[in-house]
């Protein structure tokens, strides 16, 4: 009944490993882990079986002290799960006095010895203080169940005396053709081995000394699916007959069992090895091995800023105050107040690049006069204004109007740009509507006074997104009603759309 709990507990232990590595899946983030290592045993073993005197660990006084070494290839699936397989050699011994065979009731004293057997087994581990802790505490213990399954190689050397019919000590062996019907056979050094099935278990804690090794120790308890490991089987072995050693029957005594205690040293390999220390990652400085390392701690945390830390980032980062003089036009005359060298001309004036105003007529008279160039041209800007919710050109704006058309005629290296806008006392897709009728206005006035290449004149319309003045005064809702005019040279005209603005 004992066994039948210890079977389930472990297979409890399977299913509890795969669950875990089912959640716990081999970190794939960007940055690489090493999770291979391979790890070297060396110790002692003790026999558990017929020919064994104690149940327990304790040696009986004509048992020897027998030992074994492995090696190990260990892969890493999660920071829970992993696998490996595992190779074995060793020798295994055993005695007992007053055996008593029930075939014949005689009484032996009876020693067994395996004196190499060698076994290969594939076997699941769980880091158990991963499962019960976590990863903040005993980072550097690694605490492994591991679970398996393989086959095991032995022949076995029987040495015996009958003590009912005295007489000297007598032996025989496994190693025969006999012994290799039930389970077959490897020839090794001239001798037959048995192949059986075994199911090795144990528990194994490792301490990481460096980036590349760890030191453990592990204790594996081995299942062997036979009695017949010591060459007895309980109650129906009779040495000096060998009857019931050979055949299939079953004895009163459970299968036998080996345990191994033993020094481990893992060497973990890959690349630029590295561990952690204090518990801090640097992903960095190289590759963690995923036996020891919490991936996610790999994965840095987003920065998410306080209120204050944005404030800061944004007035650090905040361009420089723009002087308001670029986007104000105090007198409406078409140059902005950071340029404007008389700010404060009358309405409707004509004025230079600087601002500074200009007789028009005088302008004209003086290119008649003096016959200047007509590839010559100077930058001119006015404005006309326009009655609420109009698009008729008024009649001091048809005098302005008519003496740019003579202008241009005489200049034929200029462009006029005409700029239609509103006030803010109507819908938005309405008042652009309405500068585009403004403009459309000028246009056709241009065009019927005269002007000898219509396609010197280029029209934009804002609707109200460009006022000189406020909306909220009888004076800023008519400066705001306007078009601009302005006069360029061929060279420097281009549009003045916003970007992605589409009228």
């Given at each position: 009944?004992?066994?039948?709990?210890?079977?389930?507990?472990?297979?409890?232990?399977?299913?509890?490993?795969?669950?875990?590595?089912?959640?716990?899946?081999?970190?794939?983030?960007?940055n690489k882990m090493n999770t291979w290592s391979i790890t070297g045993y060396g110790g002692i073993t003790k026999f558990f079986g017929?020919?064994?005197?104690?149940?327990?660990?304790?040696?009986?006084?004509?048992?020897?002290?027998?030992?074994?070494?492995?090696?190990?290839?260990?892969?890493?699936?999660?920071?829970?799960?992993?696998?490996?397989?595992?190779?074995y050699n060793g020798r295994l011994q055993g005695s007992k006095e007053g055996h008593i065979s029930s075939l014949s009731n005689d009484v032996y004293n009876a020693t067994f010895n395996s004196p190499s057997f060698v076994q290969l087994t594939l076997d699941g581990t769980a880091n158990l203080n991963r499962l019960l802790f976590g990863y903040k505490k005993l980072r550097r213990w690694k605490v492994d169940a591991h679970l398996g399954f393989g086959i095991i190689y032995y022949h076995t050397d029987v040495d015996y005396i009958n003590v009912t019919k005295g007489g000297g000590p007598k032996s025989f062996s496994t190693n025969t053709d006999a012994s290799s019907k039930t389970a077959g056979k490897w020839e090794r050094n001239g001798s037959t081995y048995t192949r059986e099935w075994v199911v090795p278990t144990g528990l194994s804690v490792h301490y990481e000394l460096t980036p590349r090794f760890d030191l453990g120790i592990d204790y594996t308890h081995n299942f062997v699916n036979t009695e017949k490991l010591d060459a007895t089987v309980g109650g129906l072995s009779d040495y000096d007959t060998q009857q019931g050693i050979w055949t299939f029957a079953k004895g009163e005594s459970r299968n036998d069992a080996y345990g191994m205690a033993s020094i481990a040293l893992t060497y973990k390999l890959g690349k630029n090895a590295v561990?952690?220390?204090?518990?801090?990652?640097?992903?960095?400085?190289?590759?963690?091995?995923?036996?020891?390392?919490?991936?996610?701690?790999?994965?840095?945390?987003?920065?998410?800023?306080?209120?204050?830390?944005?404030?800061?980032?944004?007035?650090?980062?905040?361009?420089?105050?723009?002087?308001?003089?670029?986007?104000?036009d105090s007198d409406g005359d078409g140059v902005a107040d950071l340029f404007d060298k008389e700010p404060n001309t009358p309405a409707g004036s004509v004025v230079s690049g600087?601002?500074?105003?200009?007789?028009?007529?005088?302008?004209?008279?003086?290119?008649?006069?003096?016959?200047?160039?007509?590839?010559?041209?100077?930058?001119?800007?006015?404005?006309?204004?326009?009655?609420?919710?109009?698009?008729?050109?008024?009649?001091?704006?048809?005098?302005?109007?008519?003496?740019?058309v003579e202008l241009l005629n005489m200049r034929t290296n200029c462009r006029i740009v005409l700029v239609g806008h509103t006030d803010a006392r109507a819908s938005d897709?309405?008042?652009?509507?309405?500068?585009?009728?403004?403009?459309?206005?000028?246009?056709?006035?241009?065009?019927?006074?005269?002007i000898t290449d219509p396609s010197r004149i280029l029209i934009e319309h804002y609707g109200e997104y460009r006022p000189i003045a406020e909306n909220t005064t009888v004076e800023g809702l008519q400066s705001n009603r306007r078009v601009e005019i302005k006069i360029l040279p061929n060279n420097t005209i281009r549009s003045t759309y916003p970007a992605g603005f589409r009228p």
């Open positions: 009944m004992k066994r039948k709990n210890l079977y389930v507990a472990l297979i409890c232990l399977s299913l509890l490993s795969l669950n875990t590595f089912a959640q716990n899946r081999t970190y794939e983030g960007p017929d020919l064994s005197e104690y149940n327990g660990f304790k040696r009986g006084d004509n048992e020897k002290l027998t030992g074994a070494w492995g090696l190990s290839i260990n892969k890493q699936l999660s920071p829970i799960f992993g696998v490996q397989i595992v190779g561990m952690a220390k204090k518990g801090k990652y640097d992903a960095g400085s190289g590759r963690y091995h995923l036996r020891w390392a919490n991936p996610q701690s790999l994965i840095p945390i987003p920065y998410n800023p306080t209120m204050e830390d944005a404030d800061s980032i944004a007035k650090a980062n905040m361009p420089k105050p723009v002087d308001p003089r670029l986007y104000t600087g601002g500074v105003a200009m007789d028009l007529d005088k302008i004209i008279r003086d290119a008649i006069k003096n016959n200047l160039p007509k590839d010559e041209c100077e930058a001119l800007f006015s404005n006309i204004e326009f009655d609420t919710d109009k698009a008729i050109i008024r009649n001091p704006s048809k005098e302005t109007l008519s003496k740019v897709a309405y008042n652009v509507s309405l500068s585009r009728r403004r403009v459309d206005a000028a246009k056709r006035f241009l065009i019927r006074a005269g």
